[in-house]
């Protein structure tokens, strides 16, 4: 997997060497957290094997991280359960410094100004 000169500069040797295929694959599919991509596809996005990437996959589904339907995988919904696993935030970081953050101001000029249904309850 390839990275761009300013992570390449600002991140340590550990943190690199330490991004195991698992956290590159859950790290991928939450930078596009609102898209599902077939295995074949991150394989590509990251610089591995589809093989490899179809073992991480099956595994992170085995801890309740990443959902698959057909052929296509996709990030779970769940931020809290995400938060928990230790690779989420290395990668994370990793994906975000590449692809860019997601601008959570613009995302808020775009939301509804009322609360959702299942809000009201809690108001």
Request: aromatic residues 8%.
């Amino acid at each position: 997997m390839s990275i761009d000169r300013d992570t390449f500069k600002n991140t340590s040797e550990d943190e690199l060497a330490d991004l195991s295929v698992p956290d590159q694959v859950l790290g991928f599919l939450a930078a596009n957290k609102h898209r599902a991509f077939k295995a074949r596809e991150i394989a590509s996005q990251i610089g591995t094997d589809e093989g490899t990437v179809s073992t991480a996959l099956s595994r992170l589904k085995d801890r309740g991280l990443v959902e698959h339907k057909a052929t296509y995988w996709a990030v779970i919904d769940d931020a809290e359960r995400l938060e928990g696993y230790s690779g989420y935030e290395r990668a994370t970081t990793l994906f975000n410094d590449q692809l860019s953050e997601e601008d959570k101001e613009s995302w808020r000029k775009h939301a509804p100004n009322e609360p959702h249904p299942s809000m009201e309850d809690e108001q």
